[in-house]
């Protein structure tokens, strides 16, 4: 059973079938969307993607909407508000990277105009060339966070099998994987 048909008898309002059915591998397009999905990434690594998605709102609410320009100026009051925060998960090294993270962004932003077309200049690679660039640009990547987090927002494949009732709105959304699949 994939997990499109697991997903797929889940109760309607599971927040796993709402992610898996409107957002999972679709195309992302704005750059405070894509950095909340990789802090979201970040933060799920040793925990359930479940857990991550019941505290995306407290996530939310506590980096200030993912603004980047807001979340790179946070200084020691901000780490500590947040390691203190019950409702997001209380690990330094995930604060930290956060942080660290909207600081690049923002370097990219500056470089290539957004964090969307650093990505789009990058695309299409392997995963192992994927890791590698994340590994060298960002803090707290590893394989496995830089596989859902592309794969998430429609860079690598394997989100949704072509039996999986959204795999064409996946398609529709734009979704970069399926652009060089056609090409």
Not at 107 to 127: E, I, N, R, T, Y
Request: net charge neutral; charged share 25%.
């Amino acid at each position: 059973m994939s997990y499109c048909d697991k997903t797929r008898s889940l109760d309607k309002d599971h927040v796993d079938r709402i992610h898996h059915d409107t957002v999972h591998g679709f195309a992302v397009n704005d750059d405070e969307a894509l950095f909340e999905r990789l802090v979201l990434e970040i933060n799920q690594a040793g925990l359930s993607w479940t857990l991550i998605l019941r505290k995306q709102e407290n996530f939310r609410r506590a980096f200030d909407g993912f603004d980047i320009k807001k979340v790179a100026c946070y200084g020691p009051d901000d780490r500590s508000r947040l390691l203190n925060d019950p409702g997001i998960v209380r690990n330094r090294q995930k604060v930290d990277a956060a942080i660290y993270n909207a600081h690049v962004i923002l370097g990219l932003q500056m470089q290539m105009g957004s964090f969307k077309a650093w990505l789009d200049h990058h695309h299409p690679k392997a995963l192992r060339e994927w890791t590698m660039l994340f590994k060298s640009t960002f803090r707290f990547m590893g394989p496995e966070i830089v596989n859902e987090f592309l794969m998430g927002t429609g860079y690598l494949p394997g989100a949704h099998s072509e039996d999986c009732p959204v795999y064409n709105d996946v398609i529709r959304s734009g979704a970069p994987f399926f652009k060089t699949k056609t090409r």
